[in-house]
């Protein structure tokens, strides 16, 4: 305040500027406008920039949650914790970011790289740290990441994931925005079928089932895991009524202008109707169909066996006897995949979030099934995707597993 108790032109000229930083339209630079060096580009309202005095001897180190990569030719510097990225122009800053791989100060860094002046180290620090891409490291060679609680409990992948995936913290597109219209194709709502031997399934009728069926409030109360199973079987018939009842396409919608690309209609809500999911079944002890691994046709309601090798089926089996804690091999073990350009084609930063929602919503209504069949379901936490692939045929960054649930009989 000046003397008469009114804002001064600093003040004023301060509060605009932080505006425009924290809207975008102004990025804080280190280096000549003719010749950049490093860019901080705020990518969220909430960034404010904190113009802090650096200790020259104070030690910095590279947070565990910050990453480098290309981005056409420019490296971006990000980090989950942060609401800005830095956009990085000259060799000598990524040389920096090598050097903070271990604890060092500004002088130490000065001292180390001399083909660059000490304002622009000191300048580039300051940027590091308004995107927490470096934490001070204590005289016990601890950091403020060490000693949080909450941050040590998150895996860097984890953190990135949630923040990339959820609007918030970027400023780049998310949800629908169909980037590939008009550049590529997409993948049609059915995948094209594997060549292999056919086998028809059991079809339940629904308007029976309507009627009759357990009530949803015993099925929903009674759901749980089951990892013991009866010395009985399961039967064609009832994974053929279990697949029916949880997978099967009910309608096929064409193009339209709201969506650009075909949607379909089955038991499970899956977003955007997109039904990216495919089902492999992969049968170890089954009444009349025998071991092998078979994908599930959802037009035609049939099993297709794939031809593979033995060691892949074992491979597969157990796998998820692992991953249920060697308490049960399962009679019947689906592999749920995804075709991930069905997603990827429509959404942005959302894709692969959408899919594992997808699958969670399969999930249970496999679980309600199984419970109303009287059968025991069991989901797993994890499986090997490359396994997967590699036993099924698919290109691993095309179509791979996100899911696997186990089928059996009620001990």
């Known amino acids: ?61 590279f947070s565990r949650f910050s990453y480098l990569r290309m981005n056409k030719q420019n490296f971006i510097l990000e980090s989950p914790l942060a609401y800005a990225h830095i956009e990085l122009y000259d060799h000598e800053a990524i040389k920096i970011i090598g050097l903070l791989a271990e604890p060092n100060s500004v002088n130490s860094i000065i001292s180390k790289v001399e083909n660059l002046a000490p304002d622009k180290i ?27 609680e909450t941050l040590v409990q998150w895996e860097f992948h984890d953190l990135l994931f949630h923040t990339r995936s959820r609007m918030g913290r970027h400023n780049q597109q998310s949800g629908a925005a169909y980037p590939f219209v008009g550049k ?16 028809p399934l059991y079809r339940p009728n ?29 039967t064609k018939k009832e994974l053929g009524e279990f697949l029916y009842r949880t997978a099967r396409l009910r309608k096929l919608h064409p193009f339209k202008e709201t969506e650009l690309y075909e949607t379909s209609d089955r038991p499970y809500p899956n977003g955007g109707a997109s039904y990216e999911l495919e089902l492999y079944i992969i049968v170890n002890d089954c009444e009349d169909i025998n071991r092998g691994i078979y994908y599930y046709d959802p037009k035609e309601h049939q099993l297709i066996q794939i ?10 089996i157990d796998d998820a006897w692992l991953s249920a804690a060697k308490t049960v091999k399962p009679q019947i073990l689906i592999t749920i995949s995804s075709r991930f350009k069905r997603l990827n084609w429509k959404y942005r930063s959302m ?13 249970q209504t496999m679980y309600l099934v199984a419970t109303a069949m009287n059968l025991a379901p069991c989901a797993l936490g994890n499986g090997n995707a490359e396994l997967f692939s590699r036993a099924v045929g698919t290109d691993y960054l095309d179509e791979s597993s996100v899911g696997e649930f186990m089928l059996g009989t009620i001990l």
């Open 1 to 61: 305040f000046n003397k008469e108790g009114e804002f001064d032109q600093l003040s004023i000229f301060l509060y605009y500027l932080q505006q425009f930083i924290q809207f975008g339209l102004i990025v804080i630079s280190v280096g000549e406008n003719t010749n950049n060096f490093a860019k901080l580009i705020p990518c969220s309202l909430l960034f404010k920039f904190n113009n802090k005095e650096i200790d020259p001897d104070s030690l910095y180190v």
């Open 122 to 148: 000191n300048g580039l620090f300051l940027l590091f740290l308004n995107i927490e891409a470096i934490v001070e490291q204590s005289s016990e060679g601890l950091n403020k990441e060490d000693k949080n």
């Open 184 to 199: 590529i194709q997409p993948a049609p709502a059915l995948k094209q079928l594997p060549e292999g031997i056919n086998i």
């Open 206 to 234: 629904i308007e029976i089932l309507k009627k009759e069926d357990v009530p949803f409030t015993y099925v929903l109360e009674e759901r749980k895991s089951v990892r013991k199973y009866g010395e009985k079987h399961i």
């Open 307 to 316: 031809e593979s090798d033995e060691t892949y089926i074992s491979a597969l």
């Open 351 to 363: 894709g692969y979030a959408a899919t594992l929602k997808n699958t969670g919503a399969l999930y």
